[in-house]
Every structure is written in structure tokens, then in C-alpha cells.
């Protein structure tokens, strides 16, 4: 069959390749692909800046926002032959470390985690995979084309689940959300504030493209005007930050309703350096009660809470987020970044319905 894979951490080695199909094992889904998102992740392992290869492989299939569809299921499973799947991303380290024993491998202490497609397993960017049945989530039917959204919104289910716990430490009615950037991450987070009946703007860069519009027909508000006079306006209850650019970090920070709450989801790599007034957002931070946290990654509770997400959201606007869709044999097109791309897909031949 055929795969996208790479030799990690070797610029210019992504490939389409031959690789022997998998065998099911006992447990386990045998699925089709259908198609993987593509994400900033993909793109730094396809650069040769991050991947791991299995132990024993010299390429990674690389691949983790899946897609696929059940060809054969191991009977009492829950799944049945025809099912749409996703598979999880990340499995427990081996200790296991006290959060990965709860289940809780998203808040993994020891950092010795594996993860499909990216820390030394396999991805799902092959026209054949297998996934242990507890590691398959289950889709609604009528979401074959755009179910490859999953595991991005599992990232954002998880933020808001944090906002939540967080905000639960008192009495909290939050009513205003503020999200920074209108990326697939960015747009998610707003679909799901919106799912919530909160009052939510999106803050991005662009004033033309798709965007805009995604924003206004969630019944939210869209802004292109700078960070500062935006959070300054709005005081937000809320921020779910998905740019991970420094400036908006910190005004996103300083500019909070009491009590407000900033979920960082965006990496920024080091070595951006900006002035801060340190003591006035310490003060800020401190007379509120505000909260900031970092969120990453997902696990079986977000990814079960993100497929309800899916189910109900407007299926014309969740199409609408899958910008492009290139085949496998030209899956190196999906690397380029087009100017009106939200998410780009490579779509691995498995027939969507
Ligand atoms: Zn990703
Ligand atoms: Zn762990």
C-alpha cells in the first residue's frame, strides 16, 4: 500500500512510499483511510525539525488527524464493519507516569509518551491502518467528509473542559470569549464557544479569505483591528489564544474581565523577545483572581466530548473549514500554504461513502 512518510529530523524526505499493509492484531480495528489533516505539526516534521521513527524503522508514516472507515472489527467491539473512525494520537508512556495511569496520557509528567504519526509509532497517513479498538473513537455517519477535524477539535475540547475546571474553582458565568487567530484551532474553539451560547469574537490578521464569514455565521464577531484595542474593548471572560505570537499572548493577558481566564494553545519558538510591563500584568493578574494555562494534546474524554461537538455543528460550515483536498500521490501540495487555506487535506483513497 501506498504511505506519507518521512526520515525524521532529514529535510526533503517526505515521500509517498510502498510499505507493507498492517495486520490486524488481536483488539484491534482494521480501517481504510479516508484522509488526515494537515497542521503546523506535519509541516515542522516534513522540514526536518521534529518526528521520531519507530524503533527498528528508519521512515515515520506520518499522519494524525485520521480519518478512516472500519473494514473489519473485532465482534463486541462497539464497531462494525462501515463505521467511521478516528484514531487517538497519543498513547501512555511506558512507566507509566501517575497522570498516564489515570488516563490521563495528555498530561503525561515524564514526557516519555509515544504519539501516532509524529513519537515513534506509525501515523495514519496510509491507505491501510490498524487501531487498538480502545483507541478508536467512533464518528456520526454523516460526517465522512470532514471528520478528519476531530482531532483538532479534540484539542479545543479539551481548552475549553480546562476553562471550565478552572473556572469552576468559584462562582463563574462567563459571557464574553475572546479568540486569537481564526486558524482551524482558532475557528474550532469559536464553534464550540458558540455551542456554549457565549458572546464570542475572533481575532485574526486577514481581512479577506474565508474567515470573516466562518466567524459571522457562527453568530460571532469577527476582528482585524490590533490586539490591545480589541481585548481593551471587549474585557473578556474568557481567552482561548491559538496564534502563539508574544504580543497578542501578553495583551490577551493584561486585558481580561476579573476573574478572566487565558487558555495558551498556540507554540511560539523561542527567542521573540518584547519589553513587558511585568509589574502591571502581575497586578492585573493578581486583583482579579485571573488564570492562565497552557493546554495541549487530548485525551479519551476530549476526543468522545469533540465527536459530540462535530455531530451538532452546521455540516455545511464544518465543510466549509476543509479548504483543499489533495490527493496522495500529490500529497506534497498540502505542505504549501495557500493564501485562503483553513485546512488543507490529503485524501487516501478509501471511497467516503
Ligand atoms: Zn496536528
Ligand atoms: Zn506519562
Redesign the pocket.
Known sequence: MRALTVIPLQAGSLEVTDVPEPVQGDGELLVDGLAV?V????KEIARGDYGWAPSGSDRLIIG??SLGRVRSAPTGSGFTAGDLVVGVVRRPDPVPCGACAHGQFDMCRNGRYTERGIKQRHGYASQVWTVEVDYGVKLDPHLAEVGMLM??TSVVAKAWAEVEAVGSRAWFEPKTALITGAGPIGLLAALLGAQRGLDVHVLDRVTDGPKPQLVRDLGATYHSEDVDTVAGKLHPDVVIEATGVGSVVLAAMANTAPYGIVCLTGVSSPGHKISVDIGSTNREIVLENDVVIGSVNANLGHYTAAAHALAKADIGWLTRLVTRRVPLQRAADAFTAGDEDVKVVIALGGSPS
Do not use: N, Q, W
Open positions: 489533516g497542521c503546523g505539526t506535519d494524525h488527524e482531532e483538532p
